[in-house]
């Protein structure tokens, strides 16, 4: 495969064939080095991880899904390493190209999946979105992504980290593709319609103009696609509370995950996801108390102004892709930005849907997004593929 | 070179002819990577260092002397990443085998150094000491080393971690060579006699039995060769405490020392290196406050009890060196302990040395270290090799 991008996980070369019949018949897929594909190791982009751990029995759950429905495997894709990370940066890898801003990132986790969609090397592609690793190369790369609602699809044969935040998503460039793989993977669910839309106010409070000002057009017509809009402030205790719960659960979770690992292996990192290990190795039990409260009470928000088929507006990300050679307070300052948003759709499990709409002046991706209520995945993807038949991106 | 023992960084040759005569002709020597070497890049055991700097214009203050006192280096040894370890394990170069426990590490970070002097690869060389870098890895390979004085030896030309503790200390497998160094490197001092041993009973309470039973014979040993022996409790703080101030300070120093090139880079480092630079970078000067009040007493503590021609007695390490294959539970517990002793003299600035003189019944080398007063790290050799030539270790 010609892999210009470095999308793919290099030196492997993965191809299963999908059934000949079935709803994705015909398309390419890609699959996140996160997911077991039989007879292969599972790298997670880490070369201690690959080293230490020995091929999948079986492929995941969602991956056999889409061979079963016609699709073709047609490589592993890069991640962040043990997919932890935001901005697509893997040292041991090489950083993925953004073909629709090639001196800034893809984001990431799901880096390659992300680019490899929006460099047209496949049709779809597989990823996982815990803290935004689905929404934020979508953003970025300028593709549909969907995050489904926390628990809508299997994670059985994915690298988890934090159980409670893990989902599988999916990245198309093509909002009908993006309707196809849903139907393929998600549950049914009651076709309920869209009523209104909600501007998320403290969302958009918190970007930068340059992102402000690529969504007002793709704002408006979203607005127009639905009978009712109007304007909300998402989180009473504010987004940076949202964030800072989010990130502290998260930690939390994914120290667990991989304390044992990383006692046994004493694996290389790069600087920044070492240091994420070793502060959530610090977080303890005791320290989740406020945070699960507040999981709980922005749920019950969310619940609230979700129902009677409302859905939230609101910038997928809140600032342009750092370059690629940012420097590590560049990073984590977007990270610590990043999650402000993402963590709405995070903390509370429901799904959401990014839609590349919006583009700035130099012709950057910025995403838009949508997030629904529990369980209403199919009404995202379905809304997605009425607006980009009725309205194209912004050139 | 033969290198069977890992001792030397691998794919770098390098061979300086010292000078033709002077009191240290005709003898090898090797300096661990952290000691520039005119025209070869300062590695620091780190790839990302390596990659990251320049070549050396020219060689360090102390490379320099030896080569003009008629030495020749031939060769560059492993450290442990850019300094910050005891055991002696690098996760990019190897860990040098300890010749003389081959299924234990050597312990660092001068690993190669002592490694190589213990092997025979080379008569004597240079290591760095913040911690305990020459300290541990000569108690636990079995050769002499010492810690000089801080200050008394220049650090140009070496990579410094932590200028308040840094030192440039040194190996050999015979005591008369030691002397020979240090009669090279250390500024000279006025001859004053030892007149009393001092047992820090605080420091041999905290050792493993197998330790204590190690070095009885070695502190008989020593008690015969000096007029008068006493016990006394070094740290009225407890060594533990002494131990968290120890780490508190140096690892505010390394974190500033190594903040900016981390920032650019995002290096690679094992876990373990990782986290202790993600934790030193949120000590702040306001933690400080306690252990420099704390460091002070210390000083005037040992400065007192070391007048008049005291010297100390005292364990070099804790407990035998850990196993190659130790999980990072069994590494971070085994540096905990370490440290508990080694801060004594780190703390106080004063000169250690260690004497190979003690061995268990399956001949894993335990070492014995004096402490002497400010400057009187001379008085520390000459006593080492009076030593030295009226008793054997025990086999």
């Given at each position: 495969m010609n892999d210009a991008l470095g999308a793919f996980v290099a030196g492997t070369d993965v191809v299963v064939q999908g059934a000949t019949q079935g709803p994705l018949a015909g398309l390419s897929f890609a699959?996140?080095?996160?997911?077991?594909?039989?007879?292969?190791?599972?790298?997670?982009?880490?070369?201690?991880?690959?080293r230490t751990h020995a091929p999948a029995r079986r492929s995941a759950w969602c991956v056999e899904r889409l061979l079963a429905a016609g699709a073709?495997?047609?490589?592993?894709?890069?991640?962040?390493?043990?997919?932890?990370?935001?901005?697509?940066?893997?040292?041991?890898?090489?950083?993925?190209?953004?073909?629709?801003?090639?001196?800034?990132?893809?984001?990431?986790?799901?880096?390659g999946s992300a680019a490899a969609v929006a460099g047209g090397l496949v049709d779809v592609a597989l990823g996982t979105d815990s803290g935004g690793s689905v929404r934020v190369p979508s953003s970025y790369t300028g593709v549909y992504g969907l995050r489904p609602t926390h628990g809508a699809i299997p994670v059985e044969g994915m690298m988890t980290q934090s159980p409670t935040f893990d989902t599988v998503g999916f990245f198309a460039d093509d909002a009908a593709r993006l309707e196809a793989l849903g139907d393929v993977l998600l549950p049914a669910s009651?076709?309920?319609?869209?009523?209104?839309?909600?501007?998320?106010?403290d969302a958009f409070a918190l970007v930068d103009d340059?992102?402000?000002?690529?969504?007002?057009?793709?704002?408006?017509?979203?607005?127009?696609?639905?009978?009712?809009?109007?304007?909300?402030?998402?989180?009473?205790?504010?987004?940076?509370?949202?964030?800072?719960?989010?990130?502290?659960?998260?930690?939390?979770?994914?120290?667990r995950t991989f304390a044992s690992w990383v006692d046994r292996v004493n694996p290389t990192f790069s600087f920044e996801v070492g240091r994420s290990l070793a502060l959530a190795a610090r977080v303890t039990e005791g320290d989740l108390a406020e945070p699960h409260q507040l999981r709980a009470s922005a749920r019950a928000r969310l619940d609230?102004?979700?129902?009677?088929?409302?859905?939230?507006?609101?910038?997928?990300?809140?600032?342009?892709?750092?370059?690629?050679?940012?420097?590590?307070?560049?990073?984590?300052?977007?990270?610590?930005?990043?999650?402000?948003?993402?963590?709405?759709?995070?903390?509370?499990?429901?799904?959401?849907?990014?839609?590349p709409l919006g583009r700035t002046a130099e012709g950057i991706p910025v995403g838009l997004s949508l997030i629904g209520s529990r369980g209403a995945d199919r009404q995202l993807l379905k809304l997605a593929g009425q607006l980009s038949r009725i309205a194209q991106p912004a050139s």
């Open positions: 699959a996140k080095d996160l997911f077991d594909v039989q007879g292969y190791v599972t790298g997670c982009g880490n070369p201690d991880w690959l073709t495997l047609v490589g592993k894709t890069v991640t962040d390493e043990i997919s932890l990370g935001l901005l697509g940066i893997n040292r041991f890898y090489g950083t993925p190209v953004n073909p629709r801003a090639v001196d800034r990132v893809a984001g990431g986790s799901s880096s009651a076709d309920a319609a869209i009523e209104e839309l909600l501007i998320a106010t340059v992102v402000r000002a690529a969504l007002a057009g793709a704002v408006q017509r979203v607005s127009g696609a639905v009978p009712r809009v109007s304007s909300v402030a998402v989180a009473p205790e504010g987004l940076a509370t949202w964030c800072s719960n989010q990130r502290l659960l998260q930690s939390f979770e994914f120290g609230e102004l979700l129902g009677g088929g409302r859905i939230l507006c609101l910038p997928t990300t809140p600032q342009l892709p750092v370059r690629r050679d940012a420097t590590l307070t560049e990073m984590s300052s977007a990270c610590d930005r990043i999650v402000e948003l993402t963590c709405i759709a995070g903390l509370t499990g429901l799904p959401q849907v990014n839609l």
